[in-house]
């Protein structure tokens, strides 16, 4: 007999199961939600954990996140679905998730499934706050799910990148650098500048505070294994929704995304990268069907044995970092946004020293300039600050683009393999048939669309601006040659007086070198 045959479907297993989630206002948490409200239909109830943020309470919050056009699909097909988010008054960075005792025994009573998405994923943030947030936070979280009685699986979303001094990351668990609830404790005690003393000393090799801060985490999580169901989630670089809940829908300009505005707009015009190296990138709807299906697995599983996926694409099926760069260059041209600073004829340089060139003459100079002009016109300057933030995100960005990294998900495969050909096709995170040509077109326009909101008809003007920009770069650039020659001309007397001078006293000073060394012997 089939095994598959006799397993309970993904809609099936999550019937009537209350799901909590942490994070469901984020990029990913809104796709989870979405997913389940849509192809779970049948599920009771979705307790979303959410704080108040600017004098917003999670009620009102919970207006404008189910009228958020995400849901627009849920809404349409049976509007009924929307009334099965509750919201939860709560912040994971506060000692008990600040929730109320009455929410608290609700959750504990009620709660089968939890999905803990919520991380601080900035990865500047000072080592205090991204303990808080991402260690402690998920420490909060675990204690909750250890007291709720009908709990079938806690799914934690890590990152790929967890152990980033590892060259190969297979799906196991790791010990962490340092003792989780240790580190936290002596966030807790120290103050912020010896903090940010130590910190690089802490980190060991690890390029910022989100990655340690993750593998702190999941050593974490994985102290609960006798306790609590767990599966661990690894996704690698989350972008652009592939085709769900619809084609190129992004949200937040981390990562690639905001790299690949800033080079549109033409403020980014360089990047230190290895154009050869896979661009490690997974759609989010991809990321979440094989998260929602390894909760399923793992629910279905009755061991208390901790489960690890990574979500990842292997390098064959990955575009490089230049095959991207240069699809996206390409889809740009045809694409482009309404306002740019300038042409966006940027491109990658392997090398570092050529690359700091380049930011030096093509980023910080021009930010100059351009801000002398806004100063003269009595007008704000804002480009050199835009540059050092761009500076600092390609920083960030250029560790993990000039690294290789070789992922096994060998789990993640089998995890497709076990469902059945209705649920493959629902909960789809076959790497096999993204065709890369489509998605990147439809990220650009989502990227137009829903981040920079500029609409369709906007395009023809777009496309005119595009056309005067690339005039006035080739002029700049035909002004740069001639004033080359000029200066050549101009002074070639010069130039040749000083060749020949160093010519004269390189030759002397060799020539006195042989009478030296003849001398000596």
């Known amino acids: 007999m089939d095994v598959k045959s006799v397993l309970p479907s993904i809609p099936e297993w999550f019937a009537g199961k209350n799901i909590l989630i942490t994070g469901a206002t984020g990029f990913m948490g809104k796709v989870l939600v979405e997913k389940l409200l849509r192809d779970c239909p ?3 109830q979705l307790y979303l954990l959410i704080r108040p943020k600017r004098g917003v309470e999670p009620a009102q919050r919970r207006e404008d996140y189910i009228n958020h056009f995400i849901f627009e699909n849920v809404r349409k097909s049976d509007a009924k679905q929307m009334q099965k988010i509750k919201t939860v008054k709560g912040d994971v960075s506060l000692e008990c998730l600040g929730i109320d005792a009455a929410d608290r025994t609700q959750l504990i009573a009620n709660v089968d499934v939890v999905f803990h998405c919520a991380a601080n994923v900035r990865f500047d943030q000072p080592l205090k ?9 998920t420490n909060r979280v675990l204690k909750l799910a250890e007291e709720m009685t009908r709990l079938k699986v806690f799914v934690h979303v890590s990152t790929a990148y967890c152990q980033c001094n590892e060259d190969v990351l297979e799906e196991r668990g790791y010990s962490a650098p340092h003792s989780p609830l240790g580190i936290a404790k002596m966030t807790q005690l120290l103050d912020d500048e010896v903090l940010s003393m130590i910190t690089p000393k802490l980190l060991k090799g690890l390029p910022n505070t989100y990655a340690y801060t993750k593998a702190l985490t999941e050593d974490l999580v994985s102290s609960y294994d006798n306790r609590i169901p767990i599966v661990i989630t690894r996704p690698s670089i989350v972008t652009a929704a592939w085709k769900e809940p619809y084609p190129g829908w992004v949200e937040g300009m981390n990562g690639p995304t905001g790299l690949m505005i800033g080079a549109a707009r033409g403020v980014v015009r360089s990047m230190h990268c290895n154009p050869d190296l896979p661009s490690d990138v997974v759609p989010v ?35 490089t970092w230049g095959e991207s760069v240069e699809k996206g260059k390409e889809f740009f041209y045809k694409n482009p946004l309404c306002f740019s600073l300038w042409y966006p004829a940027g491109s990658i340089k392997s090398n570092y020293f050529h690359h700091i060139f380049c930011v030096i003459f093509f ?5 100059y300039f351009i801000d002398a002009l806004l100063v003269l016109l009595r007008k704000k300057p804002f480009l050199v600050q835009v540059q050092k933030r761009v500076s600092q995100g390609l920083k960030v960005l250029q560790y993990y683009t000039t690294r290789n990294w070789v992922f096994k998900n060998d789990n993640m495969m089998q995890l497709h393999r076990r469902m059945n050909q209705r649920d493959r096709e629902r909960f789809n995170f076959n790497v096999d048939e993204i065709n890369w ?7 650009i326009l989502g990227a137009r669309h829903f981040l920079l ?12 601006l595009l056309r005067k920009l690339y005039l006035l770069d080739k002029f700049v650039h035909i002004m740069f040659y001639v004033l080359i020659i000029w200066m050549f001309y101009s002074y ?6 000083s060749f020949e001078a160093m010519f004269d006293v390189s030759q002397n000073y060799f020539s006195q070198r042989g009478k030296t060394a003849r001398n000596a012997h």
């Open 42 to 44: 049948d599920v009771a």
């Open 492 to 497: 070639w007397d010069t130039i040749l007086y």
């Open 285 to 319: 709807d991809t990321a979440i069907n094989a998260i929602v299906a390894a909760a399923w697995e793992r629910g279905l599983n009755e061991t208390k044995k901790i489960q690890y996926v990574n979500i990842t694409l292997p390098q064959e099926k990955q575009l």
């Open 129 to 137: 706050d991204a303990v808080n947030l991402n260690t402690l936070g």
């Open 453 to 464: 909101k500029e609409k369709p008809e906007t395009l023809p003007s777009a496309r005119k």
């Open 363 to 367: 980023h910080y100079l021009p930010a």
């Open 437 to 443: 040509d489509d998605y990147i077109g439809n990220y």
